[in-house]
């Protein structure tokens, strides 16, 4: 009975200073599998406070760090966590979704035919027309003008040479190509568990 409570209470909590116009929204909890990994990269595994706090009282998740900020109800005041991992061990995909966002990611998000890093789109290696498919092992990023030149030939026809053939990445592969794109916002607090692109010392 005391833990439900505390849970329907977490639902109402508000900011420690009272003051209702700050923002919560950005204080997102990173959230890590049992093994201490992110449990997602693309997107970033991030959970709003309410939902980390009940995750909390839940006693699924334990909190691994806490932002300075604090909520508080009529009988508990506590720090909203910034990371926090699962108790119990989620098996990650092996291979990531196809996406737009995924497949720039592969390939760096760069061309494939000139490396241009503007107006970036998707290419059929071997055109629709042709029998090409829409699958990761068919579908290369180009920019739009590579695109229009290459039309619906192929690059062998075009003249115009990939500079990697594609491939269905891993999930382990996203990640490592990961490490170079950090995302827009991370919280000091996330970064031992993130290591974009860190070089650790011996």
């Keep these: 009975m005391f833990k439900a409570e505390l849970i329907e209470k977490a639902a109402r909590f508000r900011s420690a200073d009272g003051d209702h116009t700050r923002n919560l929204q950005s204080c997102p909890a990173l959230v ?3 093994d201490y990994t992110p449990l997602s990269y693309y997107p970033l595994s991030l959970w709003p406070w309410q939902t980390a706090i009940k995750a909390v009282f839940l006693e699924r998740v334990d909190i691994v760090a806490s932002y300075d900020r604090e909520v508080h109800s009529p009988s508990l005041d506590m720090k909203i966590p ?9 098996r990650p995909s092996e291979f990531p979704a196809f996406t737009r966002f995924n497949l720039f990611l592969r390939d760096r998000f760069t ?10 789109t998707f290419d059929h290696v071997v055109p629709r027309r042709a029998g ?34 594609p491939i269905r990445p891993t999930s382990w592969q996203l990640h490592q190509q990961g490490k170079l794109f950090p995302p827009g916002y991370l919280h000091e607090t996330w970064r031992d568990w993130l290591y974009w692109d860190i070089e650790l010392e011996a």
Excluded at 82 to 90: D, T
Excluded at 112 to 119: F, I, L, R, T, V
Excluded at 145 to 158: H, W, Y
């Design 32 to 34: 890590l599998n049992a």
């Design 82 to 90: 910034s990371v926090i991992a699962l108790r119990q061990y989620v």
């Design 111 to 120: 061309c494939q035919y000139c490396g241009s890093e503007k107006d970036l």
């Design 132 to 165: 090409g498919r829409t699958t990761w092992e068919n579908i290369a990023t180009a920019c739009a003008p590579c695109n229009l030149r290459k039309g619906g030939r192929t690059p062998e026809q075009a003249a115009m040479r990939l500079a990697v053939n």
